[in-house]
């Protein structure tokens, strides 16, 4: 099978359901919708396919479609400040048709479906429980199913421009494996600092420099009775933009580019024809509402 540069934004899958309470109060706050329920799609374009540092497609044209939607189910001012649930679907479609062995479906690689909720507290904590299950519409790998823990902090009150806004997320396989023999416990730590520029015009820029860290404490990155606890560290730089000329009743959209270099274990260089460094590039448009 098978971000670290999957979007789940989002941007990353890791966070979807951690941040979702966020999600619901920024897509709020930045369209016309006030009520409890908030949606977003969009698509990225990128050179290279790799999860969680696993190459799976470095050739020919990669789209990766999305959709996500969330119900803000309470929202206040106490400790508990929001409870949040999310479900979605991303894909990765290839025109190399990679690993097809199936009927009427050869450039659909990959459909994750996921669903679950997270709860918010003192509004800087999130904390989260999501279901994914990884399939293959073109039977390229065997389905995948994974329970994931998440965790994130808005520590931009406390930081203000040096906010790192760190989160934590741990994958517990429960159906087959993404790499190796034996289904496994991953480990993500990542932070995202970033800036504005030009916040007061119609075209503000927001730079972020996403850093990701991925850990097989537990059968994740074993190949041949070999065990890695390093998988892959990932440092990027992300530029979006809004698209403000289209009117605000049709909700936020936004435009981005960016670029991300891997630097691989050695369970996953063998496994990446001996290459433990990659430059991956990706382009994105979404729409929240």
Known sequence: MLTGLRRTSMRQLALAIAMGGLFVASAQAGSPNTGKLSFSIGSDITTDYYFRGILQEDEGFIVQPYAEVGVRLFEGKGAISSVTATGGIWNSVHSEQTGASGDGADNWYEADLYGGASVGFFERLEIG?????????????????????????????????????????????????????????????????????????????????????????????????????????????????????????????????????????????????????????????????
């Open 129 to 289: 429980v999501s279901y994914i299950s990884y399939t293959s519409p073109n039977d390229a790998f065997a389905t995948v199913q994974e329970v994931d823990f998440s965790f994130g902090f808005d520590d931009s009150d406390l930081l203000g421009p040096l906010a790192l806004s760190p989160s934590a997320t741990l994958a517990v396989e429960t159906e087959n494996t993404a790499f190796g023999e034996d289904e496994g416990v991953y480990l993500e730590l990542a932070v995202e600092p970033g800036l504005t520029l030009g916040e007061d015009r119609r075209y503000p820029v927001s730079l972020s420099l996403p850093l990701t860290l991925g850990l097989g404490p537990d059968d994740y990155y074993e190949a041949g009775g070999d065990e890695d606890t390093f998988g892959y560290f990932d440092s990027g730089i992300v530029a979006a933009v809004p698209l403000a000329f289209i009117p605000e009743e049709y909700g936020a959209w936004k435009a981005s580019a960016g670029a991300h270099f891997l630097a691989l274990g050695d369970n996953l260089e063998s496994a990446n024809n001996n290459d433990g460094f990659e430059v991956v590039g990706i382009w994105g448009l979404s729409f929240s509402y």
